[in-house]
């Protein structure tokens, strides 16, 4: 890599790191925290946030303000349409964490997508608290655990069905556990799942079958064969040491999904509208956010959740319009410039 040619279109190849980036990233990177707040991570170098932070910093973009006009966020999911592409992300467990028992945050947290109209996520919950959570909710995809047990993965995938979710799927990549063992969540084993496996989930539901969790073309190209109508381009948070930043490899993915008609979503330290719009112009159909509205989640509810998605739609339209984007169909990555 040149180190004189500071500035380039992307073009989706991640670059080699070396250490004095590694130091300058723990003065970008906003984790480990807020503190107190899960999951809090570690800020080394084997902190795949850290790298996400630090990516996402280095995407530039120019000006294409002549004859760009306000955009219109609508977004198409699964043949839907919604107010804009930022889906509250697969969170879980929140309703057991805070002093105030009387507080449900998963509840909020589904209130608000529905009154933004937005397409909500909902992570590991036992069949009954999902159906308490969605009934306060709109439209939700429903992501089970990679549970060694099949026989528990097909009631959940058919509890969503019967419980009117719009799509539902698995984090393909909750394998493992910091032991290097199958991990254990709230006591439930779970394992690996292969494309036989995956194949046989996708073919048992009318919905949109999704594989969440997929950071390399060789995923993206079996969950494709496995008839997954969607993926997720992510590492759940950094659970993989060392994760490649999604975006770094979501062109590629894109690339090697054309003609599918999988749609392409993804996640990861998306902390700002800004952050969307790059995940957006690099190719994601829509985009999950966790942490971005995490600490509003908790502390104050359904309200703050909803000011913190408002702003992020106001900063994702104020990029479109600064670089010409008028609408969802019209992304453009040569708008992006790497800084090395
Ligand atoms: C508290 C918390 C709980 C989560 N639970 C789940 C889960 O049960 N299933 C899942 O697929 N992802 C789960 N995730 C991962 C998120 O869906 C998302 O992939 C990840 O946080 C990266 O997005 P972010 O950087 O916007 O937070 C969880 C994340 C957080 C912060």
């Known amino acids: 890599m040149s180190k004189e040619n500071k500035s380039d279109v992307v073009t989706g190849a991640s670059e080699t790191l070396d250490a004095s980036m590694l130091e300058n990233k723990k003065t970008t990177s906003p984790w480990p925290g807020p503190q107190g707040m899960i999951p809090v991570t570690s800020g080394n170098a084997d902190d795949a946030n850290v ?12 000006m294409r303000v002549i004859d760009a006009v306000e955009p219109d966020l609508t977004t198409t999911i699964f043949g839907k349409k919604y107010a804009s592409p930022l889906m509250p992300a697969a ?24 009154e933004l109209n937005l ?5 590991m919950e036992t069949n009954e608290e999902y159906s308490e959570i969605v009934a306060e909710g709109g439209d939700t995809i429903r992501i089970i655990k990679p549970f060694a047990d099949p026989q528990k993965i097909m009631g959940e995938i058919k509890f969503a ?20 063992k199958y991990d254990v969540v709230d006591g439930i084993p ?19 079958f999704i594989a969440k969790g997929v ?6 190209l079996k969950a494709r064969q496995a008839g997954c109508k969607a993926i997720v381009v992510s590492h759940h948070h950094g659970r993989v040491p060392f994760g490649i930043p999604p975006l770094s490899i979501l062109p590629e993915i894109k690339k090697a999904l054309i003609g599918s008609g999988m749609q392409i979503f993804v996640d990861g330290s998306l902390m700002s509208g800004y952050d969307a719009y790059k995940a957006l112009a690099l190719g994601a ?18 309200e703050a959740t909803k000011n913190k998605l408002q702003k992020m739609n106001e900063q994702l339209s104020e990029m479109m319009l600064y670089t010409g984007i008028k609408d969802m169909n019209s992304f453009d990555p040569t708008v992006l410039h790497f800084e090395k």
Not at 162 to 180: F, K, L, Q, R, S
Request: proline content about 3%; hydrophobic content about 40%; cysteine-free.
């Open 51 to 62: 790298h996400n932070r630090h990516y996402l910093d280095r995407l530039l973009v120019e």
């Open 91 to 114: 969170l879980s467990h929140l309703n057991k964490i805070l002093d105030d028992k009387n507080r449900k945050p998963m509840q909020e947290k589904a209130i608000a997508a529905r």
């Open 119 to 123: 397409l909500n996520w909902i992570g």
């Open 161 to 180: 069905e019967d419980h009117g979710a719009v799509a539902v799927g698995i984090d393909i990549d909750h394998i493992a556990g910091e032991n290097g």
């Open 190 to 208: 779970l394992g690996s799942i292969r494309m036989d496996d995956l194949k046989k989930y996708a073919a048992s539901t009318e919905l949109p």
């Open 215 to 220: 950071l390399s073309v060789a995923d993206a």
């Open 285 to 302: 159909d829509a985009v999950l956010i966790g942490r971005g509205i995490l600490p509003e989640v908790l502390k104050n509810g359904t």
